[in-house]
């Protein structure tokens, strides 16, 4: 491999894992050894996304944020936030409000989207083989097109389930997901600890230094 070039073979699946010649991905993808994370600092957050912080966690703290690379593409930056930060190290982050936001790095369709989430969702404890294909359906209903820059907000709620909000030109609603259960093993992808992504839920949750 000269110059330390990838095959024209192997850059066609690279990017074929990356939704630029087929579908795309929400989360982690499912070979963790060609993905990477890297500590990050993200946009400031826009005058519209302060509020919504701030309505769903009363004085929202920035817990962690990392940005999430695939085969060297940068596929997104993430961040959690929280009302509160934990004092234990083992805090459970589903018994608790949180903020998840991605801001995007390349353009993907709301339904690839929903796809690859769902393949990640399997690795959880708490999928129910049954309930897939309904879930997939919700995910697809709930989840738009994004393109460069653009952010995708999960406002998880214990009890109540996921806000799921989109920012692009313009910050707004796109959907719900009330099942407890469903929004917790979607949030799953990336702060459980069954994700394919390990560093990338350790720096979500502070759990190593930024």
Do not use: N
């Not at 795309?24 to 005058?47: K, N, W, Y």
């Not at 509160?84 to 390349?106: E, K, M, T």
């Not at 993907?108 to 359906?137: C, N, Y």
């Not at 259960?181 to 992504?197: E, H, K, N, Q, Y």
Request: aromatic share 8%.
């Amino acid at each position: 491999m000269s110059g330390g070039r990838l095959p024209p073979w192997l850059l066609g699946l690279c990017l074929g894992w990356l939704g630029l010649a087929s579908p795309a991905l929400a989360g982690p993808p499912p070979r963790p050894s060609a993905a990477a994370t890297r500590a990050v600092e993200a946009e400031p957050l826009s005058a519209a996304l302060a509020p919504l912080l701030h309505r769903s966690l009363g004085k929202p703290q920035l817990l962690g944020q990392a940005g999430f690379r695939y085969f060297g593409f940068s596929v997104y930056l993430a961040q959690l936030w929280v009302g509160q930060r934990p004092r234990d190290v083992q805090w459970d982050w589903a018994q608790q409000p949180v903020v998840l936001s991605l801001q995007y790095q390349r353009d993907f369709k709301g339904e690839a989207i929903a796809q690859r989430s769902i393949e990640e969702m399997q690795r959880h404890p708490l999928m129910p083989v049954a309930a897939q294909d309904t879930w997939l359906q919700k995910l697809k209903e709930v989840l738009p097109d994004v393109r460069e820059g653009d952010r995708l907000i999960g406002i998880y709620q214990p009890g109540a389930g996921l806000q799921v909000w989109h920012q692009s030109s313009q910050l707004r609603e796109v959907g719900s997901l009330p099942d407890p259960t469903l929004a917790r093993v979607f949030m799953g992808i990336w702060l459980d600890p069954s994700t394919s992504a390990p560093e990338l839920r350790q720096r979500l949750l502070g759990l190593v230094p930024p």
